[in-house]
């Protein structure tokens, strides 16, 4: 009980220091209400007297305050709204009606919430903590307050969320959190101290000397309290000048250190009568009134004692009335007044029992409460432990959609992988397939044809061992008989020679068979060794053989290239010996661009291609000229001669 | 360890084996691929040896098949000669 009055007194001290003359403001406001016309104007005036009136008359701070509200509905503006219902809440709580004082302030915050004023929302949540508080809903005036400090650091006002903490702080130590008050506390003096403002910090120094109290440990909050009383001093702040001394002089009287609590009290006797404190001052005189009855002043602790009763009684202050009466009957046993000391001890144990059962009630509704904040914490715990159960089975849970979604994800690209290899191995087989079968197949033609060649190559030496035996069996019987019939040696002399032709050709074919390719340089050599066995054979006809130096040495041709090319110049030479009766054949190899130019000329009697039918020999060489894809030209004119083109 | 754990563990360690034969099987075309395309030049390669073989043994086909129509033809010429000589001979009785 003491200690809930102590940290009451703090709590109202950090609203405090607010001293101005209010009837003086009072008249000059209305006066200006009275000249005023426009509602907005008349708004803030009668709340501006509203507020001036908590200080000096609340009945007439209630009527402001409605009258402003009134105007300020008429103007419709949100801000002057707000500011109404604040006010009128601020009166409200002068007025002790804490909890129409809680709506109020709840109606103003949505208008500051609508206007966005932020500001005026942490002041109104500090309002509904200081109201809360006064109604010892003490959770709630933490949260309360805890809003305010959040807002008012939100606008960077650090004074005022500073003060709030302060606050807090007290109001943890009414609710036995020690801890966290002497947390809140440290903030608040560093704070202070840091800022240099005394006055706020002589109230913390208050507070904390009743956290330190609490704690037992009476030493320090002798020094705190001893702290409060020097800065108090410096800055005037009167009413914490009074508390301190007050709690100084209580600390000393449960120390037994009666003079000094005297001393102690006197001085917070003399503050508060100067300042006009009139329910401290009671209680001070009370305390002043045992000091002296200890001290064995009885005279003077008697009148003291009795100049305090009705004060008492008047305020219901039944722990002090059971000190006062315990004294009394004290004093009035020592003066032997029977009847008095009887009346006293009446009141004394009617006051004791009513103590004592509003202390049982007191102390039954406290086991009430810890026994339902325990259980409601335990329901909390359980609560936590099952949410945290919870979020580890859904982190479990998460992890295995996690993991599990990722494995389909690798099993998937597993399966391409093996798609796609196995894809490429049917690709590989299919192509070595298809190379293969196709290697195969011209591996068992070329073995075909290497058969035929080799049956080819037999049936060649044959024919060429049998005509060569042909042309010796000839020769046998024209030398051999010493035949006469010219006839017959002539038909003789021609099939022998037929023969030996058709050996060279065969000779000339497998000359060709036997090379892969054929190098100019070969085919040159042959064309050579022709044009010279024609020339012997026909010596009134005159060879040339023309060659241009710019052909190349490396031109190769195919076996039937070279060999076709061979037997059309052959033909051609042929044909300019036989049937053109020609005095001159020229055999010219050039370079046309890219190509190679075989040409035979002669100077025979010619001929009319319009009119000649070709023969076999023409034909022939017309065929194999597009065998090898060579362009052939046969250009003649009778008893010009005639020139055969080739161009490979 | 609750069940929920193990199964964790067991499609972590999963994904571990999974993701292992996957770099495998990875591993593995690529060999597989570069044998392939080794494999497929070889057979090429072989390929076109052969297709020039064949080509070489196509121009002697025909030139032997050539020379043995010719020679076809002149062994008949010649036959025939040898006939008429034959019945010159006989026709004449004068050797």
Not at chain 1, 60 to 75: E, M, P, R
Not at chain 1, 321 to 348: G, H, K, P, V
Not at chain 1, 396 to 424: D, E, M, W
Not at chain 2, 29 to 41: D, G, L, Q, S
Request: aromatic share 10%; hydrophobic share 40%.
């Amino acid at each position: 009980m003491k200690l809930r009055l102590l940290s009451a007194l703090t709590i109202l001290l950090c609203f405090s220091g607010f001293s101005q003359d209010f009837n003086g403001l009072i008249n000059t406001t209305k006066a200006k209400l009275n000249e005023e016309n426009k509602i907005s104007k008349k708004a803030k005036l009668t709340a501006d007297l509203a507020w001036y009136y908590c200080y000096v008359n609340v009945d007439s701070a209630l009527v402001y305050g409605n009258k402003s509200l009134d105007f300020s509905k008429q103007t419709k503006n949100d801000t002057l709204i707000g500011q109404s219902l604040n006010d009128l809440s601020t009166v409200y709580y002068v007025r002790g009606e804490y909890p129409t004082a809680i709506d109020f302030a709840q109606k103003s915050l949505k208008y500051r919430v609508k206007t966005n004023d932020t500001a005026g929302i942490a002041s109104l949540y500090n309002k509904m903590g200081n109201n809360y508080n006064k109604t010892n809903v003490l959770d709630s005036t933490i949260y309360y307050y805890v809003k305010a400090k959040d807002y008012y650091y939100e606008i960077n006002d650090s004074l005022s969320s500073i003060k709030i903490e302060s606050n807090i702080a007290a109001t943890y130590f009414l609710s036995g959190n020690i801890k966290k008050a002497l947390e809140y506390l440290e903030v608040s003096v560093d704070y202070f101290k840091k800022k240099d403002l005394k006055l706020e910090l002589s109230n913390a120094y208050i507070t904390e000397g009743n956290i330190l109290l609490a704690k037992k440990d009476t030493i320090n909050a002798i020094k705190a309290y001893e702290e409060a009383v020097v800065i108090a001093e410096s800055v005037n702040n009167n009413v914490g000048l009074a508390s301190a001394l007050n709690n100084l002089s209580t600390i000393y009287n449960g120390l037994n250190d009666v003079e000094k609590s005297t001393k102690y009290i006197k001085r917070a006797i003399e503050i508060r009568e100067s300042i006009g404190a009139s329910g401290d001052l009671e209680s001070a005189k009370l305390t002043l009134a045992i000091n002296n009855f200890t001290l064995g002043n009885i005279k003077e602790a008697k009148s003291g004692l009795l100049k305090v009763k009705p004060f008492l009684i008047k305020t219901n202050a039944n722990e002090k009335l059971q000190n006062l009466y315990e004294t009394l009957m004290l004093i009035y046993a020592y003066e032997r007044n029977t009847d008095s000391l009887s009346y006293y001890s009446r009141q004394f144990k009617l006051t004791l029992n009513k103590n004592v059962g509003e202390s049982n009630l007191k102390f039954s509704q406290e086991i009430e409460t810890k026994y339902e904040t325990e259980k409601k914490e335990k329901e909390i715990l359980v609560q936590r432990a099952d949410l945290a159960e919870k979020e580890l089975h859904i982190n479990q849970k998460n992890t295995q959609i996690i993991g599990l979604v990722i494995l389909a994800l690798v099993l998937s690209a597993l399966g391409y992988l093996l798609y796609n290899q196995q894809k490429l191995k049917n690709n590989q087989l299919k192509k070595e397939g298809e190379l293969r079968e196709a290697l195969v197949k011209i591996e068992t033609q070329n073995k075909l044809q290497d058969q035929r060649l080799r049956i080819s190559r037999d049936l060649h030496d044959n024919i060429g061992a049998q005509l060569t035996f042909i042309i010796s069996s000839i020769d046998n019987l024209q030398y051999g008989f010493n035949l006469k019939n010219e006839k017959l040696t002539n038909k003789l002399s021609s099939i022998s020679s037929f023969t030996k032709e058709t050996i060279y050709e065969l000779r000339d074919t497998i000359w060709a068979m036997n090379k892969s390719e054929i190098v100019w340089e070969d085919l040159q050599v042959r064309i050579s060794n022709f044009i010279d066995k024609a020339n012997h054979s026909a010596n009134a006809v005159n060879f040339q053989f023309v060659m241009e130096e710019g052909l190349e040495k490396e031109l190769k041709f195919t076996s039937v290239k070279g060999m076709n090319i061979y037997r059309i110049i052959q033909e051609a030479i042929n044909n300019a010996i036989k049937y053109a009766e020609a005095s001159e054949v020229i055999v010219t190899i050039n370079k046309l661009n890219d190509l190679v130019c075989f040409k035979v000329e002669d100077n025979g009697k010619g001929f009319n291609i319009k009119d000649v039918e070709q023969g076999n020999g023409l034909n022939n060489m017309q065929k194999r000229a597009d065998e090898i894809n060579a362009d052939f030209k046969i250009i003649s004119e009778e008893n010009k001669g005639t020139t055969i083109t080739l161009k490979v | 360890m609750s069940f929920n754990i193990l199964f964790i563990c067991a499609i972590y360690f999963m994904i571990a084996l999974v993701l292992l034969w996957a770099l495998k099987v990875f591993m593995s075309t690529i060999n597989t691929e570069k044998r392939f395309i080794k494999n497929i030049a070889l057979l090429q390669e072989k390929l076109s040896h052969e297709t020039a073989n064949l080509k070489l043994n196509n121009d002697q086909v025909q030139l032997s098949d050539a020379v043995t129509k010719t020679l076809v033809f002149r062994i008949f010429d010649i036959t025939r000669e040898l006939l008429l000589i034959q019945k010159l001979i006989f026709s004449s009785k004068e050797i």
